[in-house]
């Protein structure tokens, strides 16, 4: 299906680009990168798509973004969570989003002519932007890393100590070091609802691997005080091996009182140095989407948010 999307736009005179992450051969806590299928890219390429391998060493190429038209009247940005592999279409939870902007666009495209122009994964992300208002006034803002990174992870931090009615929380791993700081204190402070998702599995190997550093151990102190003390749900995916099924719970999604966070990026230590986007959306009917969406995923695998008492 996607194959056949590419060539009907190639035959109505489309130009696509392609830019993907190559295979990382380095062991990392959680699982690599989807194995690249290169019959398939070879396929596109012999239909007429322009591809570019970005070296996944020692950081990942992990966006996953479409921008169409930018600079037409009608350009739009499809992001989200998922990898294109029959595994994220069909087992793993994931989110996407389509948002209809020219300035949005434009900054997509301007991020992926950074990769285009010179595949190095450390020198890309570093565009600046600003909000933008939507045609029905919601307010967007992307972020792209590394580059902007920290401005990213102090942003979701100060959403999450500012946030006043509720916070959601959906990634497969929570391994940022200011976000579990400031989460841990807003759940110690009480009077705020909270809860999420992530993947049981994918966390028990970072805990792992945590446990042989001595300065990691107070981020297996500030997990295990948030999980006791509020309600995630946490899936016991399939572990990873070489060809096994990828069943992930890959949904990444920040939500702190009206203010939604949502794209490529981990809320991992890891995230920050990789090739990665985020949409910070403020509306309260995408937030409260959002919060529908994560507390089922949650009760799914064992959460059950409970109410705040006034």
Known sequence: MVFNSFEAAIKRGVAVRLVFNQDHAEAIPVPPPPEID??????????????KPVPGVPDLMHHKYVVRDAGTPAPA??????????????REENVMFTVESGEIAADFAANFAELWEKPVVALSGRISSPWSSLADGTQVRPYFCPGRSLKLVHAMSRSIASARKRIRVCSPVITSG????????????????????YDAT???????????QAT??????????????????????TPYAKGSIHDFMHAK?????????????NLSHSGESNAENVMQVESA?????????????????????????P
């Open 216 to 237: 990691a151990a107070w981020k297996i102190a500030a997990f295990r005080s948030i999980i006791g003390a509020v309600h995630f749900g946490a899936k016991r995916s």
């Open 77 to 90: 940005v499809l992001t989200g969570s998922t990898n294109w592999t029959n595994d994220s279409w069909n």
């Open 202 to 212: 994918q966390m028990d190997e970072v805990q792992h691997q945590w446990g042989t």
């Open 178 to 197: 200011p976000i579990l700081g400031t989460l841990a204190e807003v759940i110690e402070h009480g009077g705020v609802d909270i809860s999420g998702v």
């Open 253 to 265: 999604i920040l939500v702190t009182d009206d203010y939604v966070y949502t794209g490529s990026f």
């Open 285 to 309: 009917a995408v937030a409260d989407m959002c919060v529908a969406y994560i507390d089922r995923v949650a009760a799914r695998y064992g959460g059950s948010p409970l109410p705040v008492a």
């Open 38 to 51: 290169w019959a398939f890219v070879d396929r596109l390429r012999s239909a007429g798509v322009q591809i």
